[in-house]
């Protein structure tokens, strides 16, 4: 009996399809090849007892995070791994009250990154098609949270977050809770933004940020 184990790591394009090429922002992360692996039962004599084998994925130490973000009708989010180790995306959502989304069930190899856009045309061949499912980004006010789960109330779920404008969100008390925002604090941006960069991310808060504009 055959096993496959596939495992799919999405394209990080600081430009997707559809996505203004202006409002795009940089980021700290690498690019991810679309790369499929696939592995299989050892086989042996029938006569000799026979373990399962499969390519070993370590995901002990990934960390999981929100990356660069892109604003407007455009929107993406990158979704990344600072980790020494592979992360499994199974069971993570992004929150950005009240909309969720559930990410693919893939791994994220140390140092990649996959995007979610909003946009309309954007190429599912790139990216995490969530037009409908996500709304767009407005520069003057907003915030992301990433979760393990669906109980996005408690804190214990929350992995990451990010705001910018106001120092209220809907989750805001919960990233507080968690320790992942200092409170009323905000990253401090205008209208002429375009999207958010990340960056040194080793603290909870704004200094992890630099707005992008142009």
């Not at 375009?194 to 960056?199: A, E, F, I, S, W």
């Amino acid at each position: 009996m055959k096993v496959a184990v596939i495992v799919v790591a999405l394209l990080l394009a600081s430009c997707t399809g559809g996505t203004n090429p202006d409002a795009s922002s940089t980021s700290t992360l690498e690019p991810a090849p679309l790369v499929s692996t696939t592995s299989s039962v050892a086989q042996g004599d029938e006569t000799t007892a026979t373990e399962p084998t499969s390519t070993t994925i370590v995901t002990g130490n990934a960390r999981l995070i929100i990356g660069s973000v892109v604003f407007g009708d455009q929107t993406t989010i990158e979704v990344g791994n600072l980790g020494p180790d592979a992360g499994h995306l199974t069971g993570i959502w992004l929150a950005i009250d009240p909309y969720y989304l559930e990410l693919p069930s893939t791994v994220l190899a140390p140092g990649s990154a996959l995007i979610v856009s909003v946009a309309e045309d954007a190429d599912p061949k790139l990216v995490v098609p969530a037009a409908g499912l996500l709304p767009p980004l407005a520069s003057a006010s907003g915030e992301i949270g990433l979760y393990r789960s669906g109980d996005f109330g408690n804190p214990d779920a929350m992995i990451d977050y990010v705001q910018w404008g106001s120092t209220k969100h809907a989750r805001t008390s919960v990233a507080v809770a968690a320790g992942l925002w200092p409170e009323e604090e905000t990253i401090s941006i205008d209208g002429s933004a375009t999207g958010l960069t990340v960056g040194d991310r080793e603290e909870p808060g704004p200094s992890g940020w630099t707005p992008t504009t142009g």
